[in-house]
């Protein structure tokens, strides 16, 4: 049987019996803990977390305060690219909400597969222009959304994501205070958008 992680690759890119062999014994799949904290402000990243299960939230510590900027689902890459790529300590924290099993790359890992197997360099640009893409589509509609719009979108496109994560770090996630997210909240179910 495969492995969820060659399922995935295999979706993109048509792979040999050495490619997923060298897959599967250059990218390990790790299982944390829900509460695990996978990187501190002020500390690098070293690596490249792929959530094949489970939710990690970002967030940045300000007076005092998590404000969640972020949340990663199955399918989408984790990391601090400059701190994987140039080894620079991160401003944010990342924390698992869920169980999550991960694929976990280093650069170096990650290097020798693509200088081996090329292949690989291309899954990554694959996926690298599909998520630029969507963060691109996501942050213009942030930025011309009215809040209920915002949520609105969230429930339209992830709409577990709801169910999953605790209403103040939703607000957060959507740039809003969590009173005002209630108040969207009992608007919609009053009818009343």
């Known amino acids: 049987m495969k492995s969820s992680l060659i399922r995935f ?18 990218i390990p799949v790790i299982t944390y803990p829900k509460g695990t904290v996978l990187l501190e402000a002020g500390k690098a990243l070293n690596v490249c977390y792929f959530i094949l299960e489970g939710l990690v939230r970002q967030y940045y510590m300000v007076d005092g305060e998590e404000l969640t900027t972020s949340f990663y689902w199955e399918e ?12 620079k300590p991160s401003n944010y924290y990342l924390s698992c909400m869920e169980d999550c099993t991960m694929a976990i790359a280093d650069f170096e890992s990650e290097s020798d ?11 990554t640009r694959i996926l690298s222009e599909k998520i630029l893409s969507e963060n691109q589509n ?16 969230l429930l339209r496109e992830k709409p577990d994501l709801v169910q999953r994560v605790p209403q103040y770090q939703l607000a957060g996630y959507l740039g809003i205070k969590p009173e005002t ?4 909240r009992r608007r919609m179910m009053s009818g009343n958008p």
Do not use: C, W
Request: proline share 5%; aromatic share 14%; charged share 25%.
């Open 76 to 87: 989408q890459p984790v990391s601090s690219s400059d701190g994987f790529m140039h080894n």
């Open 181 to 184: 997210l209630s108040r969207i």
């Open 113 to 123: 597969l693509y200088a081996r197997f090329p292949k690989f360099e291309m899954l």
């Open 138 to 153: 996501s942050f213009s509609r942030f930025k011309l959304q009215s809040p209920t719009e915002r949520y609105q979108t």
């Open 9 to 26: 690759a295999s979706r993109y890119i048509n792979l040999t019996e050495a490619e997923e062999l060298a897959l599967n014994k250059s």
